[in-house]
């Protein structure tokens, strides 16, 4: 009996070495079975065939395009007696423009203003540039109702591809997942049970950078997160907090705060635990937010790092520049890049979904 893809995880070590390992068999999407009624066969979608065929959507595509690889023999025979058992009628006329190649690609931002996603969607496009490919930008604010409007802008194009660089939850975002080859990268989306992921292990990252900060015995810590909606925000905020529980850390709730992942956010994040308390480290949950807590730390007339140590997350390109006071998590944007475009073209020759974990690296500056 045939089965969906399996999805596999790939993780790279802080040494560089990659260990992959086939997780169980993803499960089937769980879409309402649908009756083959005659009159109809409109309500019926792709998903309903799936969930019948124990496939995923992406193998059903491939069977109703005619596509040659991913599917084996036993498998497209049971999908077309479905087909034809169901009385499912594909769109056409997507279907026509779907098994036209395009050279076009499309990247969803949460915050074209993030250094980090900036270098990371530059070197996307430098690198799809090199191949003939182009790739078209979408910028999302972070806001849901804007990213469903992008959605509806690329699900009308043909696109080969779709990047999401730090998506939210939204209306469209399971749908346009079910009708694009999708690879997201350095934020997962929880309500997806199977996708393609490309970042680094957050939870652990975050937990080596306090660790840091402990074996300095730099006290205390005034923590500012980023919001926990964002599962890399939730996963960096456990890894540190389960790490000073074990050592018997004690924070008090007046110590965090919770900001928007910017400059302007981490300053006011700043103002407040500076006006309460004087603190020898202040843990950013990215560079950004650093950005701001070092201007109010300025404006204060706190040196650093002789009066605190600032520490982030992600280390974007302009760091060596502009922030040699930052101590921070090395996030390999270039490597992302990389490794997402290789994970899109094994997607559309049919491979199965991955999740390709990255090495990083602790920067102490200053």
């Given at each position: 009996m045939s089965r969906k893809p399996k999805t596999t995880s790939t993780s790279q070590g802080r040494g560089g070495k990659a260990n992959a390992s086939a997780s169980s068999t993803a499960k089937t999407l769980g879409a309402p079975v649908a009756s083959a009624q005659p009159g109809k066969s409109s309500a019926l979608s792709i998903r309903d065939v799936a969930s019948r065929a124990g496939v995923s959507i992406a193998t059903v595509s491939r069977v109703v395009n005619n596509e040659a690889h991913g599917v084996s023999s036993e498998t497209r025979a049971r999908i077309q007696s479905l087909i034809k058992e169901m009385n499912y009628l594909p769109n056409r006329i997507g279907r026509a423009l779907r098994v036209q190649t395009s050279d076009t690609y499309a990247l969803v931002i949460s915050n074209i203003q993030n250094n980090l996603y900036a270098a990371i969607a530059w070197e996307l496009e430098r690198q799809l540039n090199d191949i003939g490919k182009v790739i078209l930008l979408f910028n999302t604010n972070e806001n849901a109702t804007l990213q469903d409007r992008c959605f509806d802008e690329i699900n009308g194009r043909r696109v080969n591809g779709l990047f999401m660089l730090c998506a939210v939850e939204s209306r469209h975002l399971r749908q346009t997942v079910d009708q694009n080859y999708t690879v997201f990268i350095n934020r997962r989306v929880d309500s997806l049970d199977e996708m393609s992921f490309v970042g680094v292990d957050d939870y652990t990252a975050a937990r080596d950078i306090m660790l840091a900060i402990l074996r300095n015995r730099e006290m205390p810590i005034g923590i500012?997160?980023?919001?926990?909606?964002?599962?890399?925000?939730?996963?960096?905020?456990?890894?540190?907090?389960?790490?000073?529980?074990?050592?018997?850390?004690?924070?008090?709730?007046?110590?965090?705060?919770?900001?928007?992942?910017?400059?302007?956010?981490?300053?006011?994040?700043?103002?407040?635990?500076?006006?309460?308390?004087?603190?020898?480290?202040?843990?950013?949950?990215?560079?950004?937010?650093?950005?701001?807590?070092?201007?109010?730390?300025?404006?204060?007339?706190?040196?650093?790092?002789?009066?605190?140590?600032?520490?982030?997350?992600?280390?974007?390109?302009?760091?060596?520049?502009?922030?040699?006071?930052?101590?921070?998590?090395?996030?390999?944007?270039?490597?992302?890049?990389?490794?997402?475009?290789?994970?899109?073209?094994?997607?559309?020759?049919?491979?199965?979904?991955?999740?390709?974990?990255?090495?990083?690296?602790?920067?102490?500056?200053?």
């Open positions: 500012i997160h980023g919001p926990l909606y964002s599962n890399t925000s939730a996963r960096r905020v456990k890894g540190i907090m389960d790490l000073l529980r074990e050592r018997k850390v004690a924070i008090d709730e007046g110590d965090l705060r919770e900001a928007s992942l910017s400059m302007d956010s981490g300053y006011q994040c700043a103002v407040e635990l500076l006006e309460r308390k004087r603190y020898r480290a202040l843990f950013c949950g990215n560079d950004q937010i650093a950005y701001g807590a070092y201007r109010r730390c300025r404006e204060m007339g706190l040196a650093v790092p002789d009066d605190v140590r600032i520490y982030g997350f992600d280390d974007n390109p302009l760091n060596d520049w502009l922030a040699p006071w930052l101590n921070t998590v090395r996030v390999p944007h270039v490597s992302f890049a990389t490794e997402a475009i290789r994970q899109m073209h094994k997607l559309r020759d049919g491979g199965p979904h991955r999740s390709i974990i990255l090495p990083y690296d602790i920067v102490l500056r200053g």
